[in-house]
């Protein structure tokens, strides 16, 4: 297995609305267009999983670690198809007026309220770009993408969590 680590980043808007970053991932990548948290592989040189997702977050969407306090670190969950163990971290973050996103990885940063996202949950058609195969999964609708696979599974045991206030954000 692959080792790497992801950010799943949270913040409150002046009204109070919990919000939650995503990304799209480029559509020439290897998840490309795919809805994901920002992210990837740990690399030799970075000292933990923690210095992985720090390092990952400032490359792809320019948030530097001053800007964000991780608050938990969530069970590892695996692919089932490109072989990768993907570390969360919950962290509450202090996103910057305009964001800058690297285009080579990334397509467009999407803020999303959380409860919304509970209201949006569905089963449907999942496809992936190592399969030729449509399957029926859960996910998320976000306008008009989804959000699902691991993303999914990474999500949504947390949001009842994060309704009920468990983490201050």
Known sequence: ??????????????????????????????????????????????????????????EEIGLDSDAIEILEH??????????????PYLGRVRPPPRWRWQISEIDEVIEVSVSSLVAAEEVGPDSSPWSQEMREGPGYVVGPDRLWGVSYRILQPLLPRLLTGEWRI
């Not at 680590?5 to 020439?28: K, M, N, T």
């Not at 933990?48 to 400032?58: C, H, N, P, Q, W």
């Not at 069970?75 to 570390?87: E, H, Q």
């Open 74 to 87: 969530l069970p590892a969950v695996d692919t089932t198809s490109s072989g990768f163990r993907i570390w």
């Open 1 to 58: 297995m692959v080792e790497a680590a992801v950010l799943v980043p949270l913040f409150r808007r002046h009204e109070g609305d919990l919000r939650l970053i995503l990304v799209r991932r480029a559509a020439h990548g290897r998840h490309g267009g795919q809805l994901a948290f920002p992210g990837g592989k740990r690399d030799p040189a970075d000292a933990s999983l923690v210095a992985t997702v720090l390092r990952e977050t400032r």
